[in-house]
């Protein structure tokens, strides 16, 4: 592997239908549509009228916001780009699965554009936050976190969270930061019309590769990703979700049809360029995660550019080809990342979830290589690589790798561990307590000194707790309110990090139509 491999080691996000990125997954490996069908009695509470698609993807509770965790008055949470709040709670969240960092942190994101202030604050004459538009989203987060690495904007439409991950790993392969966060978020209501041809589907589901391909709806997300050299991750125990072994930029310049058509040579050249920085050909690669627009042109545009890097001499149906738009339909900003966190838990796991709405292959498109699995399919070839298109031709792909193998250990060893819990309140305390508890109980092969290692990592709050325990089943019986034993004197934390709940934000709403 390059000296330039960068590993994932955190990763946070809401996605529709799901809360957390564990949700999520096993939503994927469900098959679960999470494009929402609006009632007429919601599309009248958003103020939409008729002839928009009545669908798209959703989030639960996008006008709550923990204001008091990060020090913002009501006053501003309510001026605030929900998107902004949004981003900002999952970067603290993949800052704290990534573990405790002594150097310089970076931040690169991108964001929709603000329709909260274009359809909800532009008419009512209302003051805006410091800060309010997408160039300020990633110094937001550095303010709001104390973080004094590189905090940059990307905007490049719908491959603005992919664009950020080569940025960000860039900047750390150059040295710039020592760990990076990148991502993406977006904000959408359903105001989007079909039209023949365009990029929105009547019914809002996106057919990617399929005959019956008409677009996708947009839909709402947030997806943040904690970077890190290689080499720097292993040697502080950090958990490797995955490797980025190679990524590239391009644009299609003027080789296409129009500005906001895409571009088949511009899209093989960012493709050919990321392999190439991974010092792999298309062999080397078991799954592709498309942009997958589901549109008849894109799509088939998108797999002969994939075909065309990849080279000649590849078998049949040997590559796995797929689309999150499936399964989330189209988020904007966050689709790129969205699109990478899917394929890093594909490597991490060897399997390739299932590809909704694919009934009858496209006739505009030949597969070549690749095929698209309709059920949850193995990965033998722990390589994927990961496109995201921007409308104006900002095109971004990324090749993702397994992480490497870790040393066998011997079994934990018999012992006091001591489980650290901590939160800004009483009650946000209680439920981080209770959420390590069930986690606990539904991760049987945790070892307890990883789980205690990293809970030491994480910062300590004002509301604290202890759980002196000596097993698992003993830290839960602690953690749900049985008597604690007293302090030992030798607790033990040596350990490896580990995915363990986040904060429990205790969320209220911040929105302006409530405010006189």
């Given at each position: 592997?390059?000296?330039?491999?960068?590993?994932?080691?955190?990763?946070?996000?809401?996605?529709?239908?799901?809360?957390?990125?564990?949700?999520?997954?096993?939503?994927?490996?469900a098959g679960v549509d999470a494009v929402h069908d609006y009632t007429a009695d919601e599309l009248r509470a958003l103020g939409i009228g008729e002839g928009y698609v009545p669908a798209g993807g959703r989030l639960d509770g996008v006008a709550d916001f923990d204001a008091a965790f990060f020090g913002i008055s009501p006053e501003e949470a309510v001026?605030?780009?929900?998107?902004?709040?949004?981003?900002?709670?999952?970067?603290?969240?993949?800052?704290?699965?990534?573990?405790?960092?002594?150097?310089?942190?970076?931040?690169?994101?991108?964001s929709a554009i603000n329709r909260y202030f274009l359809l909800r604050q532009f008419d009512r004459d209302a003051d805006l936050a410091p800060g309010w538009s997408a160039d300020?989203?990633?110094?937001?987060?550095?303010?709001?976190?104390?973080l004094t690495g590189p905090a940059v904007a990307v905007q490049t439409a719908c491959s603005s969270s992919?664009?950020?991950?080569?940025?960000?790993?860039?900047?750390?392969?150059?040295?710039?930061?020592?760990?990076?966060?990148?991502?993406?978020?977006?904000?959408m209501e359903p105001r989007f019309r079909h039209t023949p041809g365009g990029l929105v589907s009547p019914d809002g589901r996106c057919r990617a590769f399929d005959a019956a391909g008409e677009g996708a709806a947009y839909g709402s997300g947030v997806a943040v990703l904690a970077l890190k050299r290689l080499e720097d991750a292993e040697e502080a125990g950090d958990q490797v979700y995955a490797v980025l072994r190679g990524w590239a930029v391009g644009n299609d310049g003027?080789?296409?049809?129009?500005?906001?058509?895409?571009?088949?040579?511009?899209?093989?050249?960012?493709?050919?360029?990321?392999?190439?920085?991974?010092?792999?050909?298309?062999?080397?690669?078991?799954?592709?995660?498309?942009?997958?627009?589901?549109?008849?042109?894109?799509?088939?545009?998108?797999?002969?550019?994939?075909?065309?890097a990849f080279g000649p001499g590849l078998a049949p149906a040997s590559c796995a080809l797929g689309s999150v738009k499936t399964?989330?339909?189209?988020?904007?900003?966050?689709?790129?990342?969205?699109?990478?966190?899917?394929?890093?838990?594909?490597?991490?796991?060897?399997?390739?979830?299932?590809?909704?709405?694919?009934d009858e292959p496209s006739p505009e498109i030949d597969f070549g290589p690749f095929f698209v699995p309709v059920k949850n399919h193995p990965l033998e070839v722990r390589r994927a690589g990961v496109s995201s298109f921007g409308l104006g031709g900002t095109n971004a792909h990324v090749i993702v790798e397994s992480a490497p193998p870790q040393e066998p250990r011997e079994p934990c060893a018999p012992g006091w561990q001591a489980l650290q819990v901590s939160a800004r309140t009483p009650e946000a305390l209680e439920e981080a307590k209770a959420r390590l508890a069930d986690h606990l109980?539904?991760?049987?092969?945790?070892?307890?000194?990883?789980?205690?290692?990293?809970?030491?990592?994480?910062?300590?709050?004002?509301?604290?707790?202890?759980?002196?325990?000596?097993?698992?089943?003993?830290?839960?019986?602690?953690?749900?309110?049985?008597?604690?034993?007293?302090?030992p004197p030798e607790p033990r934390a040596a350990g490896r990090r580990v995915s363990l709940p986040g904060y429990p934000f205790q969320r209220q709403?911040?929105?302006?139509?409530?405010?006189p």
């Open positions: 592997m390059g000296g330039d491999a960068i590993a994932v080691v955190g990763m946070a996000g809401r996605f529709p239908g799901a809360p957390d990125v564990a949700s999520f997954w096993r939503g994927l490996l001026a605030m780009d929900p998107q902004h709040r949004l981003f900002l709670e999952q970067a603290w969240l993949a800052l704290e699965d990534a573990g405790p960092s002594d150097g310089l942190v970076g931040v690169f994101a991108g300020y989203l990633p110094s937001q987060v550095a303010y709001r976190l104390d992919l664009v950020a991950v080569c940025t960000a790993a860039t900047a750390l392969a150059d040295y710039r930061c020592d760990l990076a966060l990148a991502g993406g978020v977006s904000v003027a080789t296409r049809a129009g500005f906001s058509a895409p571009g088949l040579k511009g899209q093989a050249q960012v493709v050919a360029e990321a392999l190439a920085s991974a010092e792999l050909d298309g062999a080397g690669i078991g799954y592709v995660e498309a942009h997958g627009s589901g549109t008849l042109a894109g799509d088939a545009i998108e797999v002969a550019a994939l075909s065309q399964n989330v339909g189209n988020l904007d900003a966050a689709a790129g990342a969205v699109g990478l966190i899917k394929a890093v838990l594909a490597v991490r796991h060897g399997v390739v979830p299932q590809n909704l709405h694919f109980e539904s991760e049987p092969g945790l070892r307890l000194d990883d789980v205690a290692f990293t809970l030491a990592g994480r910062r300590a709050f004002t509301h604290r707790f202890v759980a002196w325990c000596r097993d698992v089943e003993e830290a839960i019986g602690v953690l749900r309110g049985a008597e604690s034993v007293p302090q709403r911040y929105w302006i139509e409530d405010r």
